[in-house]
């Protein structure tokens, strides 16, 4: 397994992101890119920060029929990307499809991960709004469980979900969690949080870090502070 952390470049533009990019010297951290960036700027940004020498992790969530995610799926694979994902919501068919349209002529592929039910969404929107009337834990699980069945290599999920999908999933099954703080640092606007240690200590494979690095005084230092906890385990 490959623990690491994922810098979230929810940047309005290129040159807004390749200035931050520029911080780092030593390192080439793992990037999530989300559909704000992607539309705005194109697929040159990921053609641009690939050349640089960084993964990435393509944030696009793609939900529709199963062809036009496989076909869909098809053209983010050429752009070399080592993460995509697509919501769960779209049944274990178009899981499959867009598995199969990732898959290179010479076999390799991006790792495909799923949201299951998106962190935004409470137990009473789920209700009321989805019709869903199970509870949100065993919908979760359910999904991650379809995920797994589709193929899939993990789901998108809160860290202090991780250990139960692994108990459901098993270890293998790679659980990428946004929702990380420093302790005492600013929460902003995510209400279930974790510090980098506890996010490891409950099994996350990678953990998705946006404003407590890109908004932090000197972010170079603050990434260290997140690969010494959840990669090398080294507790504050
Ligand atoms: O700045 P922050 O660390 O809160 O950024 C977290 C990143 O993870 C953002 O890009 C956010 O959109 C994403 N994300 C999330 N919760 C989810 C799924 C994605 O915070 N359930």
Do not use: W
Request: proline share 5%; charged share 25%; net charge negative.
């Amino acid at each position: 397994m490959s623990r690491d952390v994922i810098i979230a470049c929810d940047f309005a533009g290129k040159e807004e992101t390749l200035k931050f990019l520029d911080l780092f010297q030593e390192e080439k951290p793992f990037l999530k890119i989300g559909m704000e960036l992607f539309y705005a700027a194109g697929p040159e940004i990921i053609t641009e920060i690939k050349r640089r020498g960084h993964k990435i992790f393509l944030d696009l969530k793609l939900h529709d029929i199963p062809n036009t995610v496989k076909k869909a799926m098809a053209v983010l694979s050429k752009l070399n990307v080592d993460i995509v994902n697509l919501h769960a919501g779209g049944t274990i068919a178009m899981m499959e499809a867009g598995l199969e349209g990732l898959r290179r002529p010479d076999g390799t592929r991006p790792l495909l991960i799923a949201v299951t039910q998106l962190t935004s969404t409470s137990e009473e929107k789920l209700h009321e709004d989805l019709l869903i009337d199970r509870p949100m834990d065993e919908t979760v699980m359910h999904y991650a469980k379809n995920a797994k069945i589709a193929g899939l290599d993990g789901v998108v999920c809160s860290p202090l979900e991780a250990a139960r999908v692994h108990e459901v999933c098993g270890d293998e099954f790679l659980t990428v969690t946004p929702g990380v703080r420093f302790a005492g640092g600013a929460v902003g606007d995510q209400v279930r949080v974790m510090t980098p240690y506890a996010a490891r200590m409950n099994g996350s494979d990678y953990i998705v870090v946006g404003r407590p690095i890109t908004a932090a005084a000197d972010p170079v230092e603050a990434y260290r502070r997140c690969v010494a906890q959840f990669v090398k385990g080294e507790q504050e």
